[in-house]
């Protein structure tokens, strides 16, 4: 979709791979400009090579406090306008709850929720002054089944799923769309965790879903005109039905 997205600004986390680099690639094929947040230095270097001036590397690591409440002023400084925020960095925890790392559990529920919350508080007044913008947040399919395999995963997919519902009925008066899109799983590094026979088999089957169709599903919300907002959107391999 060649410039449907022409001088517009968004800010992608997680943007050096998975969904985030899809995601990045899809906006900037749309005429967008593209600040891409992540913490591999070496990988947004190379990308932001490829694609030259229309892309933005910003090296950060979300989970540093200051470095988190820093972010929406360095993109304003570099850019001066947000028109979509992808809140898209996460990671995974999976496994039985009682083999679970606390580490692990913190790092991800700050990552997953808190850092989600804390970037789309953040570039609210942005958006409220200007009356526009779009925010979408990378969930998941466990946000709507009680996965039994991810319990601490599925429960920061819950968290961020209800986060999504309230803000949006918070701030859609003032020209702000918020939407969600929830997977199933997706050929990316969250899946470095899974064990390897479960991964072969759901590679085998069918189960696991390409970035750039995830890409396409967001594309396809942030392009419909401004009175339409796409509201969440599930997609999952076709045998997760059977």
Request: aromatic share 4%.
């Amino acid at each position: 979709m060649p410039g449907k997205l022409q001088d517009k600004v968004a800010v992608v986390t997680g943007a050096a791979s998975g969904i985030g680099l899809a995601t990045t690639e899809a906006l900037l094929s749309a005429g967008a400009r593209v600040v891409l947040v992540d913490r591999d230095e070496a990988a947004l270097t190379s990308i932001c090579k490829k694609y030259g001036e229309a892309a933005t590397p910003l090296v950060v690591d979300l989970l540093e406090p200051t470095a988190c409440s820093a972010l929406i002023p360095r993109v304003l400084e570099i850019t001066g306008q947000i028109d979509t925020l992808h809140a898209n960095a996460g990671t995974y925890v999976g496994g039985d709850l009682v083999d679970a790392d606390t580490a692990a559990i913190d790092r991800m529920l700050n990552l997953n929720v808190n850092v989600v919350m804390k970037n789309i508080h953040d570039v609210l007044p942005h958006m409220i002054a200007r009356r526009t913008g779009d925010i979408i947040v990378t969930s998941s399919l466990a946000a709507h089944f009680p996965t039994p395999w991810e319990p601490v995963y599925a429960s920061s997919k819950w968290a961020i799923n209800c986060f999504v519902q309230t803000v949006r009925r918070q701030v859609f008066k003032h020209g702000i769309r918020v939407g969600s899109v929830s997977p199933g799983p997706v050929i990316s590094a969250l899946l470095a965790d899974w064990p390897e026979e479960k991964l072969k088999e759901a590679k085998a089957s069918g189960s696991l879903i390409e970035a750039s169709e995830v890409a396409e599903v967001i594309m396809f919300m942030l392009t419909r005109q401004r009175g339409l907002t796409i509201r969440d959107v599930v997609l999952m391999p076709t045998n997760f039905d059977l």
